[in-house]
């Protein structure tokens, strides 16, 4: 994930309108084209910079700092204005001829389009400022500030006590929007906004005393942080009242249906198809990761149990995978483990030449920060393409929070050979690569308005990549586990789209996950939790995954002897973050 992260609510997976990218230039007199291009070339750099005073707190989590002092309050005058942008904006865009854009040029056009239009689609029809909580909490933004030195510490603590005057403000008219919420989206506004106290706490006071801002300067920031902390306080409590009426008299279902499903489907994901279409190939493709399961299990039964093998291949896979998932790291060192597996993983890379990895971009393994808590076990936060060479951190959320039964029951599923796959997609050469390579795209809109499921799914196409290239040296049980953690990502679309729109229920899909998918008890209540928090995220991961694995076949095929795994990554990766379907496109035209 990008700087945003998904605990923040904030991933941004835009993409364009399906059916759009067939189109095929037309020839055109030459100094007509010129013009054209020199045109969308202006209109695209002059779009970003009024995105950005529409958008300040994304432009502070891109790198784009003129803006750090203004927090937006989510009022409908502010609304208005921002629904008066994307139609405007939208405007200005379609005047230009498709036909006379590069192919380029053509799939930045899309992704500006889809932006907008997503935006207007969200203002206007999904509505979610009204029915979810947990997308107001002014935490992220403050710690971007806080916690990043792309400034010095006096300039960064200025757009903090401007920042702050806006935060009351930016409560209160988070509950004017509210009407008729989902009470799974309030109980976790309560639980994230309760983090934020990690952000204004007593050491950004002593930073401030300690600091070169004037004395009235500090006497404003102590006064605004007060009101700034009442004013969240204020929330907490609101939101923990509203919980309670909600428990006791209902709530809105937190399932969006067929219809919006498939509008935000085709928003977010691109995938060129429907969602019940993937959702039908994913049903299809687990019946096969099963059987290539059973097969593993078949080879080492043997090597773990004196006892004969259960008829029934998804039991016999199960207690294997149950005897094998004890092996795991113990929970005070689950965090130092995550750190110290990366070099390995940096090493192997390096060593079989599948990517160059920039030895300048550092990656942080980091304990996740409280006010980010309650979504993902693990996330990467990376920076925007304007201040590139700033740190990536590895979220890793510690269990010192957990029961000791859910501990451990976290921990088998996070077992010796998961935790290395789980590092292979977040970190190397997973999101972290991936960010550090869109960072570097020449086009700017590629970089910033990055599709979800090219993301997750070169994250997910890596852990694959990495077994095939002798990660683990091939050993049965790394790759029966891979198995079940691919498994996990095909149930995670079948998950999503039979809780949205068939009507799941918890107890259909714990037995979903635990049964068919063989994951552990714990992940699986925290996968029902994410599912019920998020929709149609959870399918980027098989979408992508499959969409990029099948493309390489089919240039390993085309290719033969000439195809280059590291010149096919790299290529890949140098169109930033565009959806599949479109890099895909400019790499058949070289």
């Given at each position: ?88 904006q ?46 107001y ?15 010095p ?9 401007a920042?702050?005057e ?96 498939e ?33 593993i ?27 094998l ?60 393409p ?5 740190n ?102 079948i ?43 959870l ?52």
């Amino acid at each position: 994930m990008k700087k945003a992260t998904l605990s923040l609510a904030i991933v941004l997976s835009f993409a364009g309108i399906a059916g759009c990218q067939t189109q095929k230039d037309k020839p055109t007199p030459v100094n007509s084209q010129a013009a054209q291009q020199q045109s969308f070339a202006t209109f695209s750099a002059q779009f970003i910079d009024e995105l950005w005073k529409e958008s300040p707190t994304w432009a502070l989590y891109s790198g784009f700092h003129k803006y750090d002092g203004v927090l937006k309050v989510p009022n409908a005058e502010n609304r208005a204005h921002s629904l008066a942008f994307n139609q405007r904006q939208l405007e200005k865009l379609t005047a230009f001829d498709t036909t006379k854009l590069t192919p380029s040029e053509l799939i930045d056009y899309r992704l500006m389009e889809n932006l907008l239009q997503r935006d207007i689609w969200d203002i206007t029809k999904f509505k979610s400022w009204q029915w979810d909580p947990s997308s107001y909490n002014v935490a992220g933004g403050f710690a971007q500030l806080i916690n990043e030195d792309f400034a010095p510490l006096d300039t960064r603590l200025r757009s903090v006590l401007a920042r702050m005057e806006n935060v009351p403000a930016y409560y209160r008219a988070a509950r004017e929007n509210i009407t008729n919420p989902t009470l799974e989206h309030t109980q976790l506004a309560h639980m994230q906004n309760q983090g934020a106290f990690s952000v204004f706490s007593d050491e950004l006071l002593e930073q401030v005393s300690n600091s070169g801002l004037t004395e009235d300067e500090k006497a404003l920031f102590v006064q605004r942080f007060n009101l700034a902390t009442d004013a969240i306080n204020e929330q907490i409590t609101w939101l923990e009242d509203l919980a309670t009426k909600l428990e006791q008299q209902g709530a809105r279902s937190f399932r969006i249906g067929e219809a919006l499903y498939e509008e935000k489907f085709s928003f977010d994901i691109q995938a060129g198809m429907s969602g019940k279409a993937l959702y039908e190939k994913a049903s299809a493709d687990k019946v096969r990761v099963q059987k290539e399961m059973a097969k593993i299990t078949e080879q080492l039964w043997s090597k773990y149990f004196d006892t004969a093998k259960p008829e029934d291949d998804n039991i016999a896979t199960r207690q294997l995978i149950d005897k094998l998932s004890s092996k795991h790291v113990q929970r005070d060192n689950f965090v130092d483990e995550v750190r110290a597996q990366i070099p390995e993983l940096i090493k192997f890379v390096n060593d079989k030449k599948l990517v160059t990895l920039d030895p300048e971009k550092p990656l942080v393994v980091r304990e996740t920060p409280e006010y980010m808590r309650g979504f993902a076990g693990a996330s990467i936060s990376a920076p925007g393409p304007y201040e590139k060479s700033s740190n990536t951190y590895y979220n890793v959320t510690p269990l010192d929070g957990m029961s000791d039964e859910s501990a451990e029951s976290y921990l088998r599923e996070y077992n010796h050979w998961i935790l290395q796959v789980l590092n292979i997609h977040e970190a190397i050469p997973g999101h972290y690569t991936q960010l550090v390579y869109s960072n570097e795209s020449p086009s700017m809109i590629k970089s910033l308005f990055g599709n979800g499921a090219m993301v997750e799914g070169w994250a997910v196409y890596t852990e694959r990549m990495m077994l095939e290239e002798g990660y683990g040296d091939f050993e049965p049980e790394l790759w029966l586990m891979y198995y079940k953690w691919n498994l996990r990502v095909i149930a995670n679309t079948i998950l999503d789209y039979s809780i949205q729109v068939k009507g799941m229920t918890e107890e259909q899909a714990i037995a979903l996950m635990t049964e068919e998918a063989f994951q552990q008890t714990a992940e699986a209540e925290g996968k029902w939790r994410r599912a019920t928090l998020s929709q149609v995220q959870l399918t980027s991961y098989y979408s992508g995954y499959r969409e990029i694995y099948d493309f390489r076949e089919e240039q390993k095929a085309a290719q033969g002897e000439k195809f280059s795994l590291k010149g096919f990554h790299e290529e890949f990766l140098s169109y930033g973050s565009a959806p599949v379907k479109y890099i895909k496109e400019l790499m058949l035209k070289q």
